[in-house]
């Protein structure tokens, strides 16, 4: 996994230009803001927490275009069998990402992002771990509306998008054999499409940004088919600026809905589930470079019928503004 490390963290130093925009000095500060406020969502199966690659997260509160690494840490608690009297194990999902926003034309963005798994948890029996190159995300941001540069009260922007996660993760069936958590896996094995919508509405130098995402699973040459995933969260964030190094922190709540998993096109009991989390954290930016770390905490949940517990989230990013 360390490996893994070295060369994404390598990777994500790439060098890139801007082209700055001249106009009145209220009014751009009130546009940049703007654009740096797309935050960082995390979406993550917590069904299964792993196959998902560990959270989309669609920008970065300090860096509306980038290329970045990230680092995503899971702690889940989750029954070592399907029997009222099975022992409760630990398990801790591991991802490593490069991800990237890159602007095609003025309106168009493109989202990648490349995870790394290294997955473990400790059995009865002892404890297993698994690793490898999980289910690599493209997608399409597109603005369909933004408050002109020239405007000084509230700002707002919408954005909406589609993309596909391909199954290059491997997806293997011995690891879901006897365990209730059915997504011990690098990858899903599946395609699978993604739809998504980001609104920011802003006033000097608070925001609230909002967004919704639906993710449609398919089924694996296995006859596995992981269920359909809604995302949703509001995050309240707010720039502090000290000559040239911008802080932001930010507070919210986000959830997580997913449907039954199939099997042969029968429906898996206790597969679905449902989990609300609070979220917060601090970006710090200077220059082209921002360093973020967040936190996750359940404020309620209910996955698996209750035979799988969230602990926590970790996140954190280092990005280079393009």
Not at 29 to 39: A, I
Not at 51 to 62: D, K, P, T, V, Y
Not at 152 to 158: D, F, Q, S, V
Request: aromatic share 12%; glycine share 10%; with cysteine.
């Amino acid at each position: 996994m360390k490996k893994y490390f070295f060369i994404i963290l390598a990777c994500s130093f790439q060098l890139a230009f801007s082209n700055p925009i001249k106009d009145s000095i209220y009014a751009e500060k009130l546009h940049n803001l703007l654009l740096l406020s797309e935050y960082e969502y995390e979406d993550c199966d917590a069904c299964g927490c792993s196959a998902s690659s560990g959270g989309l997260g669609f920008g970065s509160m300090l860096n509306s275009n980038f290329v970045g690494v990230r680092y995503l840490n899971q702690s889940y608690t989750s029954k070592d069998g399907i029997f009222d009297n099975s022992p409760w194990v630990d398990e801790n999902f591991n991802t490593v990402q490069i991800w990237s926003k890159i602007p095609i034309t003025e309106r168009i963005q493109i989202f990648t992002l490349i995870p790394f798994q290294h997955h473990s948890r400790e059995l009865t029996t002892g404890k297993e771990e698994i690793q490898g190159l999980g289910d690599i995300t493209l997608m399409g941001m597109y603005t369909l509306y933004q408050t002109h540069k020239d405007s000084i009260t509230l700002t707002h922007k919408l954005q909406m998008g589609g993309g596909v996660k391909m199954p290059t993760g491997k997806f293997n069936e011995a690891n879901n054999l006897g365990t209730v958590n059915q997504s011990f896996q690098v990858g899903t094995g599946s395609w699978d499409y993604l739809l998504v919508a980001d609104y920011v509405i802003q006033k000097n130098n608070l925001g609230l940004n909002l967004l919704l995402d639906y993710t449609i699973k398919t089924e694996n040459s296995k006859n596995y088919q992981y269920g359909n995933q809604l995302n949703y969260g509001g995050l309240l964030f707010y720039l502090l600026e000290a000559n040239t190094v911008k802080i932001m922190p930010h507070l919210g709540l986000v959830g997580e809905k997913y449907d039954a998993n199939k099997q042969h096109g029968q429906e898996l009991p206790n597969t679905a589930g449902d989990v609300l989390f609070s979220k917060f954290g601090l970006e710090i930016g200077k220059d082209k470079f921002s360093l973020g770390m967040s936190a996750m905490l359940p404020v309620t949940q209910n996955l698996a019928g209750s035979n799988i517990e969230a602990n926590y989230r970790l996140m954190f990013n280092l990005n280079y503004s393009l």
